[in-house]
């Protein structure tokens, strides 16, 4: 397949490996922010093949992980309802809340249905006029356009059974987070691709000139995030600190205006709560004012519970890049993807599950 | 989850008032929302997440990239 294949290369992700290794001279600690960067990486086994004075630290760029406990108790109350039909990606269904998953409130009989995409819940919404349709409407800014034009899409269709639980984040409020932490290791970053796509990457040049880190925006494939380590580790030789693109044939500096401009029409800054990290100011999207009837938290009031994690689970020092998996007593005995203790083992994307299906355990 | 997949545009057309599109990803095809790429044509490559075509690749700046990295390999042999 095109534009896949040949950046699978091995011949080629081995050169640009060796110029690694070439440019090298100090220890540093670089930080892919986007799970699916993780995954990639612990997938073609890329950590293991650049010099020892580099280690990868993985970010919290898995909204499944980052979601909220209270956010998935929540979704479970709502999605137990009667005359609800709750619609999410296929990977929420597993992530435990404080007592169970959507899994096993499907199993005692809630219709939950998993869809490939928003749009797919609004004719589910046009077709069952009788029910109410909640999409589990979560994610990066990646997401961000398909949740905001389903509500664009159910007001045009004058629909008043469909609405959103909502739980965006996103990522240069996280990178303020981790950089201004007081005991932050991370001195460079490959941003995430996808991100990027979507909102371009001006919003990195402040972050990279007061943290003075290089920052570049990398794609998926084994030889875009060798190519965009590389570019990493020049700067962080050269003593430089700017954002370059390492994506260019998905990405521009600006981004993609016409889903720029949706997302503003429908959704605003929020402070959010991230699970394991806790809450990042300004960090979240929620919708504005004229669409909060389309708001699932507004229309079905919930009684919280009090939401309760695991004491074992290290989560949150994962996510900053303050340790790794195999430093967590409970990991791959206690806490496995099938039981998951936090939010770094809950999605194939997290940082835990990564090293688990991929035998990292040392 | 911000997995997105590239793929070809085989034909685009209207529904529901949406600019919708069939891609082909090696062989399997699906719909997907073209709205946010309205200057899409039949036979370009396009990256798809979550059913939304987030960009039109640049095929320029692929073969740029690809030469640049072909360059680093050579230096193997030197």
């Keep these: 397949m095109k534009y896949i294949s040949e950046y699978r290369d091995a011949h080629l992700v081995q050169a640009v490996i060796n110029e690694i290794a070439r440019t090298v001279r100090h220890p540093w600690v670089i930080m892919e922010i986007c799970g699916g960067q993780t995954h990639s990486i612990l997938k073609y086994g890329l950590e293991q093949l650049l010099p020892e004075e580099l280690e990868l630290v993985h970010g919290p760029g898995c909204p499944v992980c980052v979601t909220s406990l209270e956010m998935i108790d929540k979704a479970l109350a709502i999605a137990a309802q009667p005359d609800v039909i709750f619609t999410s990606y296929g990977d929420m269904l597993r992530v435990p809340g404080s007592d169970g998953d959507l899994f096993s409130i499907r199993a005692s009989g809630a219709d939950i249905r998993v869809v490939y995409s928003s749009l797919d819940a609004v004719k589910i919404a046009e077709e069952n006029p009788d ?95 060798v190519q965009g380590i590389l570019f990493v580790v020049r700067q962080l030789e050269k003593g430089s600190c700017e ?51 389309y708001d699932a938290a507004d229309r079905f009031q919930v009684q919280m519970i009090t939401p309760t994690e695991s004491p074992l689970c290290i989560a949150g020092q994962i996510l900053r890049g303050l340790n790794k998996p195999f430093d967590c007593p409970a990991f791959a005995n206690q806490c496995t993807p099938e039981h998951p203790l936090g939010a770094t083992m809950v ?15 040392i | 989850m911000c997995l997105a997949v590239p793929g070809k545009i085989l034909d685009i057309y209207e529904a529901d008032g949406l600019l919708m599109g069939k891609i082909d990803f090696g062989g399997v095809i699906r719909e997907a929302c073209l709205t946010y790429v309205p200057e899409a044509k039949v036979g370009d490559f396009t990256i798809i997440h979550v059913g939304f075509a987030l960009n039109l690749i640049d095929e320029k700046e692929a073969m740029e990239t690809l030469a640049l990295l072909d360059e680093i390999s050579k230096q193997d042999f030197t």
């Excluded at chain 1, 796509?197 to 990195?204: A, I, K, L, N, Q």
């Excluded at chain 1, 999605?347 to 355990?361: I, M």
């Design chain 1, 347 to 361: 999605s194939s994307e997290g940082a835990c599950a990564a090293y688990y299906r991929y035998g990292r355990s």
């Design chain 1, 243 to 293: 954002v370059e693109n390492a994506y260019a044939r998905v990405v521009c500096f600006e981004g993609n205006q016409p889903a720029q401009k949706i997302i503003s029409q429908v959704f605003e800054d929020c402070d959010q709560k991230w699970r394991g990290i806790g809450t990042i100011p300004l960090s979240g999207w929620q919708l504005k004012h004229e669409f909060m009837s």
């Design chain 1, 131 to 225: 029910k109410q349709v909640v999409f589990f409407a979560i994610g990066f800014e990646t997401t961000a356009p398909a949740n905001a034009m389903s509500v664009i899409h159910a007001q045009k269709l004058g629909l008043n059974n469909f609405s959103l639980l909502i739980s965006h984040v996103r990522v240069p409020p996280a990178m303020h987070a981790i950089l201004g932490s007081p005991n932050n290791r991370v001195q460079g970053f490959l941003a995430a691709g996808h991100v990027c796509t979507v909102m371009g990457y001006w919003e990195y040049g402040p972050i990279a000139q007061k943290f003075r880190v290089p920052i570049v925006v990398t794609g998926f494939e084994p030889l875009d995030i």
